[in-house]
């Protein structure tokens, strides 16, 4: 399994980014993907997820309605469309997947907020 993010960089308050996690080494169309995050000092949070299909999402409190997770399977990629950014969702975005019993995790992207 190799997950490998792109997208990270430097916004400015109330801008956006999209993240891009390229999938290989598994079946990508059956598997739920997730976008994950970490800011310093603070443990790794769920940001979204998505069914295999895409026909369902979740995300988590602090970005509903802000950001989007996608989904093409016939790329094996997994999209994270984050608008409105604010000094909070600075952090390092990871994209996961959660198959034979344990999670594989990217290397990650960071994302840094600030003016």
């Known amino acids: 399994v190799q997950l490998v993010e792109s997208g990270g960089g430097l916004v400015q308050p109330g801008g956006s980014l999209r993240l891009s996690c390229a999938a290989s080494g598994f079946p990508f169309s059956s598997d739920v993907m997730s976008w994950y995050r970490q800011a310093p000092g603070k443990e790794r949070e769920l940001v979204a997820s998505i069914s295999s299909t895409g026909s369902n999402t979740n995300y988590a409190e602090s970005v509903t309605g802000r950001f989007t997770i996608s989904r093409d399977n016939a790329k094996n990629t997994v999209y994270l469309q984050m608008n409105r950014l604010d000094v909070d969702g600075m952090a390092v975005y990871y994209c996961?997947?959660?198959?034979?019993?344990?999670?594989?995790w990217g290397q990650g992207t960071p994302v840094t907020v600030s003016s």
């Open positions: 996961n997947v959660y198959r034979s019993l344990r999670d594989y």
